[in-house]
């Protein structure tokens, strides 16, 4: 007999759910698609344990009759294309007719529709592909999916979904992406009973707006340009919405939420030199074009696409856009101060954790009228929050210092003579370079030390002791109180840091829907933009992705990049010699926790070397 057999349709069908149906976002984003081509003007949406255990979709589109709705669980049964002339020219979201099949295989389903015009619909239940029978029910106009225990027979993928609210933060970004695409549709969500927003119709300003921040609203330029292949409408973001990392670029290709780099890169070559390296800049940019000088039938989850002539879009796109930010940020004194002439209010370009946000800012505000907590020690006078101070601590001896450096130098010098003494660190010769290196004069040559990453380490030891043990540092009252807005996605990120936040010396408490107060901070950190320390910390949380990393890992990670000295900081003698006394007295100073170099070493003799004295 052999080996080849013909596998079940139900087999087949959880199979193929794994090319689409991914996560409980992936159910989110096939539905709502449904939704949108149906005609729809109102979309509800609603979850409960990061949709793990319930998503509910509500729309008024069009409904489907009893036979279309027996129809639509078949697999490659669509409603959208007839032919593969049509699927060249492909207009709506959907066309490929697998999703409802796949859901249907691993979840328990409840359809209910009515056709427009009608007062009954019909209702049909799916459990694991298995079929119920289909009765009239009286409902409005509209379909209604609730997709219940998602992977509730395929335990191995069930097993691997994300936590709760990790899931419910993908399905915020899902929703994010339909309701920029489509802003002149109502979008409703709300999550284990509670309201998460309401949008209502809007300009894609306004809309910004509901998803971000008001923040937002009034530093968009508006983008609306015609060219031979495409035409293009959107916004782009001034330089006050640059970050250093991506996160905020949403780019849709005739309504369709994309993921192209090489066209995010147009957009970036668009700002020339008013970026610097390693920065992203924020858009909504929407390319209509003919569908038949596109490809979307790519991937199963349709976000990725070809053009048929993919550098011409590019280039075109690229060069409007220069054209229209070098006349609206270059020409704008108001946008010219979004950044700041030297960097030192973020740290390194180098480092791995560079700030991204997915909602940055939304808004910081001052609230003097806010009450301090008790028994915090006072913030320093306002004419001191500028000055950098590294927190006191016992003073490591110059013997106990020597030796840490010949510890170092018996590592890294491996062309040193054996037995070569080092001798104790000069500590009258200690300089620091440009407002980055500290330079350190020892008795085989120098020590050149990265004063960000050097601290970086220092910090990221601390907060792990911190937080692996049951203490609690110090804390640093703010003069006033400060009110910060996140959004939804944020807030839900920020109630699970928020016991870690605590141990390392924040206070912070909830205020009203998604905000928050901070009113201390750690006695270690800096007074210099205290609200956006903890926005770039919590997006830093964010983008550190890395399977299996804790998260008072990821917390201890962030808090090191954001609270460490930046370049550009200039420190005194003394301050010089307590950075190098705590960076030998970590267990691994040679690096940062990023994986960056924090000293390097030269020798006497290779300095020799160099100036031909030898």
Not at 17 to 36: C, D, F, T
Not at 192 to 216: C, D, K, M, T, W
Not at 283 to 301: C, E, G, R, Y
Not at 304 to 316: G, S, T
């Amino acid at each position: 007999m052999g080996k080849i057999r013909q596998l079940s349709e139900q087999l087949t069908n959880k199979i193929a759910a794994g090319e689409v149906v991914q996560r409980p976002a992936s159910v989110v984003k096939e539905l709502i698609e449904n939704s949108i081509d149906a005609g729809a003007t109102e979309i509800i949406v609603v979850i409960e344990d990061g949709g793990k255990e319930l998503i509910q979709i509500i729309d008024n589109g069009i409904g489907m009759d009893e036979d279309d709705l027996l129809l639509a669980f078949d697999r490659h049964a669509t409603s959208k294309i007839s032919s593969y002339d049509e699927l060249l020219e492909v207009q709506t979201l959907g066309f490929r007719g697998e999703a409802l099949a796949s859901i249907a295989a691993v979840a328990m389903v409840e359809v209910r529709s009515c056709l427009r015009g009608m007062l009954e619909g019909r209702r049909l239940t799916i459990n694991g592909g298995k079929f119920g029978s289909i009765l009239p029910i009286p409902m409005q106009p509209g379909t209604v999916f609730e997709i219940r225990k998602l992977f509730f027979n395929v335990p191995a993928r069930r097993k691997f979904l994300r936590e709760t609210n990790t899931e419910y933060r993908q399905i915020i970004e899902t929703l994010r992406q339909f309701a920029l695409g489509y802003p002149n549709l109502r979008f409703s969500f709300s999550a284990n009973g509670r309201e998460v927003f309401l949008l209502q119709p809007a300009e894609l300003p306004s809309r910004i707006g509901q998803l971000f921040s008001h923040h937002y609203t009034g530093k968009v330029i508006p983008v609306a340009f015609s060219t031979e292949i495409f035409s293009i409408e959107g916004v782009v973001g001034t330089l006050d919405l640059v970050r250093t990392r991506g996160g905020e670029q949403y780019l849709f290709v005739n309504r369709r939420y994309v993921v192209d780099r090489n066209l995010n890169l147009a957009v970036y070559q668009a700002y020339d030199r008013l970026l610097d390296r390693g920065q992203f800049p924020f858009f909504v940019l929407n390319i209509k074009m003919d569908p038949k000088l596109v490809d979307v039938n790519v991937h199963p989850q349709k976000t990725e696409i070809k053009f048929r002539d993919e550098w011409a879009v590019h280039n075109l796109l690229r060069g409007r856009l220069n054209h229209l930010l070098q006349e609206k940020l270059i020409a704008a004194p108001s946008f010219s101060q979004a950044l700041p002439p030297a960097d030192r209010s973020q740290p390194d370009t180098q480092s791995e954790l560079d700030y991204s946000p997915q909602t940055a800012a939304l808004t910081v505000t001052s609230n003097p009228q806010f009450a301090k907590s008790p028994g915090l020690p006072q913030g320093r006078p306002e004419q001191q929050r500028m000055n950098f101070s590294l927190p006191k601590s016992a003073p490591i001896n110059n013997d106990d210092l020597a030796n840490k450096v010949r510890h170092f130098e018996q590592n890294l010098q491996k062309d040193s003579e054996a037995g070569n003494p080092v001798g104790e660190l000069a500590m009258a010769h200690f300089w620091q370079a440009h407002g980055r290196y500290i330079f350190a004069q020892i008795a085989s040559g120098i020590i050149i030390v990265d004063q960000y990453a050097a601290h970086e380490r220092i910090l990221f030891e601390k907060a792990q002791k911190v937080l692996a043990n049951q203490s609690q540092s110090a804390s640093q009252q703010l003069l006033f109180p400060l009110t910060i807005e996140l959004s939804p996605d944020d807030f839900s990120l920020m109630l699970d840091c928020f016991p870690a936040l605590q141990k390392l010396g924040f206070v912070l408490r909830e205020f009203g829907k998604n905000m928050l107060i901070l009113e201390a901070i750690p006695a270690a950190m800096r007074f210099i933009d205290e609200g956006q320390i903890i926005l770039e910390m919590l997006h830093d949380v964010q983008q550190r992705k890395a399977p299996g990393t804790a998260m008072s890992d990821k917390i201890a990670f962030a808090f090191a990049a954001r609270a460490a000295v930046r370049s550009g900081d200039k420190l005194q003698p003394s301050e010089m010699q307590q950075l190098l006394d705590e960076l030998f007295a970590t267990p691994n100073p040679y690096f940062s926790p990023t994986g960056r170099p924090v000293i390097v070493q030269m020798s006497l003799n290779e300095l020799d070397r160099r100036f031909e004295r030898k």
